[in-house]
């Protein structure tokens, strides 16, 4: 239950009314005048979400803050900003950021461009100062009126003076025998609601006559202090140096008692108003209160006490296994604390050592609880503070470099190696290192699709020692991955056979699993489809029975694919890594494509198309084009179809992906002879030779809807069994007059997709009831958007609208 805002009946009115009317509230006032509770109370009476932003420093921060509250992860290269405005947009919904301590101007344009380019986003924001912005409608709380000499000794000021100090537990407070006390209190506090809740503390502990007046909020609280326990007191000081909330274990860690004594300690300063109990069951302090207690420290002790012991606290919940870690474990609900600890320890080069250990030791825990974002900021910070121990920090480098990789994107990971391979240099064995960096390097060249890259750097892991370590099996396995892609059957299988070969490991049974993926691939590039599925099958059984979800999900992918029948695990999307969840998602718009759901089977397409292009997953975008090229051919849309045929091949050819630059070819011959174009015959037999020497056939839409092959590829065209550039130009070419005439309009340059999201702004639709419509997601709108912005030489929806009532 809320402690109520007495003296504020008129504030409350004021707020409940600027939230009804403005989008964007900021409550503003001076430091303890209770903006916070304002808040609550004002969120308490609608749908809301509570972002604590105390103590938050940089503005990507705060906003990463507002992300995790609304449990929301942004997808790989996505800005924060763009993923708040796609989480707030189209809901009814408040979203409430208290305690802005950093100056609210550096986040204003970006609340500003929240509130401008979403319909119905809503913001209240609590600090002491406004941003300044257009939207922004402002909330000021100052303090209570303190009555006059000649005035009654009532009023807002006095009620909550009588109610605090009943709360401290303290007797009632006669007026009338302690008027001029009362006054001479009161008077001292300004009216200011935190001074006058201490001052009513005070009272409650030793009597109205005992406690001298104070003129600010630090002697106030100092007066407070004064009145605690030695306990009580190292409690105070030694939490005024944490940085964010903390749980009852931290507050007993950094206390030196046990958690049952953390607990009454912990009571007693919340009753003392000097402590808050958060919702969550963490305890904080109020900005200014902090303040007070970190300066009492300054001739003491206590930081560098609570630092060593939130060191302890870290070292013993971090798992002591490097490769273990559950997604419960109790610290994560700490995971800020652990945060601001391996950042303070890897600052002093005394504990940097420490700080890398734990951080490399949390990792595990990170990864399987999905918090990858959080795992490479940690990871990062380490790094940047200094170097560490070499072969501890060629680890935490490299697992840098994959988290990042997943959460920003398949490339971004790479400096992260780079400094992997500079810790590597230093480590015991640096070849065993830098073996370990190509290798993860190599997976970063695969998902983008650089295949001849991927290759190189497989290879140079086993050059550096891969060929007889413990990561021999997972190198070949992306070696093998590569020559899948690369359409070399041969290759793959003779590698996959290896990788079988011999006793396993533990640690290495995904990559013999994922190596029977791989075979049931090329069972199904070879046309061996039932033996593909009776593989495919064996993989998901053996996978799932120790407990190597991620092999089984891709293998059940390729299974659902190939039998329809099939039904599959029951799964949370939302909460699988982006790797994984694009082919499980483009797997998804396939099935409903073969049930005849067109229109979503496109609009999932597209978004695959999206969230695969800002990964930078280069083979998923590929697989993903041709899907949707399928689609939009299904719905009609010839042109659009295409040019996503069209794209598919370029890219295919380019990393090269030959089987699937013939899948292209030959959904462009298909569409040729319908559109009766006499070169279309040359694209089927350019494809039919891509696949010859590698002895595969084609198989999904191109065998459901085989065109008609011409008597010779056109000279130029294949060398090295590869189509050329030459040959994709020269295909370019063939379709480049082939979109029905433009009418002369700025709007004749959008695809048809674009003209729809266009159509439905000029409407007033936002991004999120524009996706419902059209079955693809808010993020694949925005990408729509940008490229309509851009072909159109605007920057807002307004202008967008104006254009499209404009051409009628």
């Not at 606290?313 to 490769?323: C, G, K, M």
């Not at 079988?500 to 791989?518: D, F, K």
């Not at 979503?600 to 397409?605: K, M, Q, V």
């Not at 000029?762 to 079955?775: D, N, W």
Request: some cysteine; aromatic content about 4%.
């Amino acid at each position: 239950m809320l402690t109520p805002c007495l003296g504020r009946e008129q504030t409350q009115q004021r707020l409940a009314s600027a939230l009804a009317t403005s989008r964007w509230v900021s409550i503003v006032g001076p430091p303890g005048s209770g903006k916070t509770l304002l808040a609550r109370h004002a969120a308490a009476e609608d749908e809301s979400t509570w972002v604590d932003a105390r103590g938050i420093r940089r503005p990507d921060d705060v906003l990463s803050a507002c992300l995790d509250a609304l449990d929301v992860q942004p997808t790989p290269g996505d800005s924060a900003r763009g993923a708040l405005c796609r989480a707030v947009d189209g809901i009814d919904h408040l979203l409430v950021v208290d305690g802005l301590d950093i100056d609210p101007t550096l986040l204003g344009p970006t609340f500003q461009h929240v509130v401008s380019s979403t319909t119905d986003a809503r913001l209240a924001v609590t600090s002491v100062a406004m941003a300044g912005q257009p939207a922004e409608r402002v909330v000021r709380v100052s303090s209570f009126t303190v009555p006059r000499p000649h005035e009654p000794l009532s009023g807002p000021a006095v009620d909550l003076f009588l109610h605090a100090v009943e709360a401290a537990g303290g007797h009632p407070v006669d007026l009338v025998q302690h008027d001029d006390d009362v006054r001479r209190l009161l008077h001292a506090t300004g009216g200011l609601p935190l001074l006058i809740e201490q001052i009513a503390v005070q009272i409650a502990l030793v009597g109205v006559t005992n406690v001298v007046p104070t003129a600010s909020l630090s002697e106030a609280v100092h007066a407070s202090y004064e009145l605690l326990d030695s306990e009580q007191q190292r409690c105070f000081r030694r939490l005024s140096h944490m940085s964010s909330p903390v749980s009852l274990d931290v507050l007993a860690e950094v206390t030196g008692v046990s958690r049952e004594e953390a607990a009454v300690i912990a009571s007693a300063l919340v009753r003392r108003s000097l402590v808050e109990l958060m919702p969550d069951g963490r305890f904080d302090m109020l900005t200014p209160i902090r303040r007070h207690g970190a300066l009492l420290t300054a001739s003491t002790d206590d930081r560098d006490e609570a630092r060593r012991a939130l060191l302890r606290w870290a070292d013993r919940v971090a798992p002591e296994d490097l490769n273990s870690g559950a997604g419960d474990a109790s610290w994560l609900a700490d995971l800020p604390v652990m945060r601001s600890t391996i950042t303070a320890a890897c600052d002093q080069p005394d504990s940097r050592p420490l700080g890398y250990a734990i951080a490399n030791r949390i990792f595990s825990s990170l990864y399987t609880s999905m918090k990858a974002r959080e795992a490479v900021e940690i990871l990062e910070a380490a790094l940047v503070s200094g170097d560490g121990p070499a072969e501890i920090g060629a680890q935490v480098a490299r697992r840098a470099g994959i988290a990042a990789s997943e959460v920003r994107g398949t490339y971004e990971g790479m400096w992260l190696l780079e400094r992997a391979d500079a810790h590597a240099h230093s480590a015991p064995d640096p070849e065993g290192e830098l073996s370990k960096n190509a290798s993860i390097r190599a997976e970063m060249h695969l998902d983008a699709g650089a295949l001849v890259q991927a290759e190189a750097e497989a290879r140079r892991a086993l050059e550096l020692g891969a060929g007889g370590g413990e990561i021999r099996r997972q190198v070949l396995r992306t070696l093998a991955d590569v020559h899948v892609s690369r359409g070399d059957c041969r290759a793959a299988t003779a590698v996959a056979a290896e990788i079988i070969a011999g006793r396993v490991t533990p640690e290495e049974r995904w990559t013999v699993l994922s190596a029977r993926t791989l075979l049931a691939r090329v069972a199904l590039e070879q046309g061996r489809p039932s033996e593909a599925a009776s593989a495919a099958r064996a993989v998901v059984r053996d996978a799932r029975a120790v407990a190597e979800d991620r092999v089984a999900l891709l293998a059940e992918v390729l299974l659902r694919h190939l039998d329809p029948s099939y039904e599959p695990t029951p799964l949370d999307r939302d909460a699988l890594p982006w790797a994984v969840r694009i082919p499980v998602l483009a797997q998804d718009a396939r099935d409903l494509l073969r049930a005849g759901d067109v229109p979503r089977a496109s609009g999932l397409a597209a978004d695959v198309v999206v969230l695969a292009d800002g990964a930078g997953l280069g083979r998923d975008a590929v697989e993903a084009r041709l899907l949707l090229g399928r689609a939009l051919l299904a719905a009609g849309d010839e042109g659009q179809a295409a040019s996503t045929f069209l794209a598919a091949l370029e890219r295919a050819a380019s990393m090269p992906m030959p089987l699937r630059a013939a899948d292209a070819l030959d959904a462009l011959a298909h569409l040729g002879q319908r559109r009766g174009m006499r070169d279309a015959r040359m694209l089927a037999t350019t494809a039919a030779a891509l696949r010859a020497p590698r002895h595969v056939v084609a198989w999904g839409y191109a065998a459901d809807t085989p065109p008609g092959a011409g008597r010779a590829v056109p000279q130029g065209w294949i060398a090295d069994d590869d189509v050329t550039t030459a040959g994709v130009e020269a295909v370019i070419a063939l379709f480049s007059g082939a979109t029905a005439p433009a009418s002369g309009g700025a709007l004749d340059q959008l695809t048809t997709a674009e003209r729809h999201v266009a159509d439905r702004v000029a409407i007033g639709l936002t991004s999120r009831q524009i996706a419902e419509e059209l079955f693809i997601s808010p993020r694949t709108v925005d990408a729509h958007l940008t490229h309509i912005y851009r072909k159109l030489g605007i920057n807002s929806r307004a202008r967008l609208a104006a254009l499209v009532a404009d051409r009628g």
